[in-house]
């Protein structure tokens, strides 16, 4: 990330360790442009501001770009605003400002160059939900990349190609891709670096349902920020998914705190991402603290119209609706929102999201049953159970009320005939056949 508020090769190679006294007298006393690696960033003037989580002063920006048109076309097009093009959803900027600088970089024969900067237009897209051309540019980058040393700035494309892979559901991939950088990282003390890994290794985990592992990616990715004196860093967007693995993982309190940090991040510097994602965060949190009816009216508070330039988190909030819809008993409304979320996580090609949304709406579908047969719900929180959970853990898995839990429970021993945890694990075996979907 072009950062460095000094000559350096490559920042923030650790940031050192003091960033925020070297960051402050530039916010004090703004040069305009910032050097990175000897060259000048037009962006430079807004990056400590933004590092320290103090907000970007944008009209440096615009003065800087005005210095770089005014040196003409032959200067070096540092990626400083292509970063924050991106960084604040900025779709059709970065898709400019990237064409200048691949332009820039063909006419002088830089393949290196030109396959680092098809990161950006490869995050946008993906955040744009042009998901076939997002992965061409990922992967266009990588093999470009990869014929030369793989870090620091070159492991962007990878960590961005393993985000697209996850999205997909390649978890392999992506772990195997991104356990050797981070560990490379790691032994070579570049903080900056691993914990932007880092962050993408969380989504990988979360992705896969391993929700103590993205625990653990994101805890120490915000031990490495810290350590380096970030409150700011513009490049991760971890917040609105720890927040649903805290959530799964019973730790309510660590999940408010999260989405205060979202929440302060949002009015330190307005993105679309965090105006999008919020309502459904706050959501999630008002449902695992048995509230349904209040995290359906913090959801209606997302604009549709924003929310639909960034389909993913678009239709991650419909199946966080549909789910409250069900567990406040209006199926036919749970019906259409897990419908909406569907077909949407599908046009996507999200295959992990799809099913999910799939199962949701086999809950809540009319189905004929006999007497006796467990329903959907009824067998996932017997699944749980069963797992050795609690019932508040599997009220706050299911998104479900503790009392609605033990009802469910209720049911199943009385159609299972039987009366302890101790016997349900055997009969639940019984009921699955091997490889069954868990819903």
Not at 252 to 258: I, Q
Request: overall charge positive; proline content about 5%.
């Amino acid at each position: 990330m072009p950062v460095l508020l000094i000559a350096k090769a490559e920042l923030p190679e650790e940031a050192y360790a003091d960033i925020a006294g070297k960051m402050t007298p530039l916010i004090r006393e703004p040069k305009g442009l910032i050097f990175h690696a000897g060259r000048p960033d037009p962006a430079g003037g807004c990056w400590p501001g933004v590092l320290l989580g103090r907000g970007a002063r944008r009209e440096l920006l615009k003065r800087g770009l005005a210095l770089k048109t005014r040196a003409g076309p032959a200067v070096y097009p540092h990626p400083g605003p292509l970063t924050w093009f991106q960084c604040v959803d900025d779709i059709e900027g970065t898709r400019a400002r990237h064409a200048r600088e691949d332009s820039w970089a063909r006419e002088r024969g830089d393949d290196r160059m030109r396959a680092e900067r098809l990161g950006y237009p490869a995050m946008v897209e993906l955040q744009a939900g042009q998901w076939d051309l997002a992965e061409q540019h990922a992967e266009r980058s990588c093999e470009t990349l990869e014929e030369g040393d793989v870090s620091g700035r070159s492991a962007y494309a990878f960590a961005w190609r393993s985000l697209i892979d996850a999205y997909r559901g390649r978890i392999d991939r992506a772990r195997t891709t991104l356990q050797p950088l981070v560990a490379e990282a790691a032994r070579t003390e570049k903080a900056w670096w691993g914990a932007i890994l880092l962050s993408v290794l969380g989504f990988v985990e979360f992705a896969a349902g391993n929700h103590e592992a993205a625990d653990d990616a994101l805890t120490r990715m915000r031990d490495l920020l810290d350590g380096i004196g970030i409150k700011e860093a513009l490049l991760e967007r971890t917040e609105p998914f720890h927040i649903e693995s805290l959530i799964s993982l019973g730790q309510l309190d660590r999940a408010r705190e999260v989405l205060a940090r979202l929440e302060e991040r949002g009015m330190t510097i307005p993105r679309a991402w965090i105006d999008v994602t919020v309502p459904r965060a706050r959501a999630l949190i008002l449902a695992a603290a048995d509230d349904p009816a209040a995290a359906l009216s913090a959801l209606d508070e997302l604009d549709l119209a924003a929310a639909a330039r960034l389909p993913f988190e678009l239709a991650s909030a419909w199946l966080v609706k549909g789910r409250l819809h069900r567990r406040l008993k209006q199926r036919r409304l749970a019906a259409q929102a897990f419908t909406e979320a569907r077909t949407m996580f599908e046009q996507l090609g999200a295959p992990t999201w799809a099913q999910q949304a799939s199962s949701e709406l086999k809950r809540v579908g009319p189905r004929r049953r006999t007497p006796d047969e467990l329903t959907a719900t009824e067998l996932r929180v017997a699944e749980l159970a069963a797992a050795g959970m609690t019932n508040r853990e599997v009220a706050q898995v299911t998104y479900m009320s503790a009392k609605t839990v033990e009802a469910h429970l209720a049911s199943v021993y009385r159609k299972l005939g039987i009366r302890s945890r101790a016997q349900l694990g055997a009969r639940v075996a019984a009921l699955a056949p091997a490889g069954a979907p868990r819903t």
